[in-house]
């Protein structure tokens, strides 16, 4: 977290990561997507100094993550469908592309 950010973007940097290692992140992915999940929601609402136009003017993170986590548009992204099959124990995991994944989680 960059100094100075407030008690509000500590804890939810700290629930994200912990979402994260909850979906089975490494530690240092977990932690990237939540600095960059806050990062994103502190130039949204003003609380950064710089802020890049994709941060002030896409979809907010909530809202493309609740639509990509379950079952949006292209349902779960590939990683997670990864994710998923190495908790299941899941052989030959590594191999498989998105709709594999996804037919080998359903059996």
């Known amino acids: ?45 003003g609380e950064s100094k710089t802020a890049s136009r994709s941060s002030t003017q896409d979809m907010s993170s909530s809202k493309r993550g609740g639509q990509r986590s379950h079952s949006g548009s292209e349902g779960p992204t590939k990683e997670q469908l990864y994710n998923e099959a190495k908790k299941k124990g899941i052989k030959g995991r590594s191999q498989m592309d998105k709709a594999e994944l996804q037919r080998a989680l359903d059996r």
Do not use: C, L
């Open 1 to 45: 977290m960059p100094r100075g950010s407030s008690p509000k973007r500590e804890r939810q940097y700290e629930h994200i990561k912990e979402s994260a290692r909850d979906r089975g992140e490494s530690e240092k992915r977990a932690e990237e997507i939540a600095a960059r999940t806050v990062n994103k929601e502190r130039a949204r609402s």
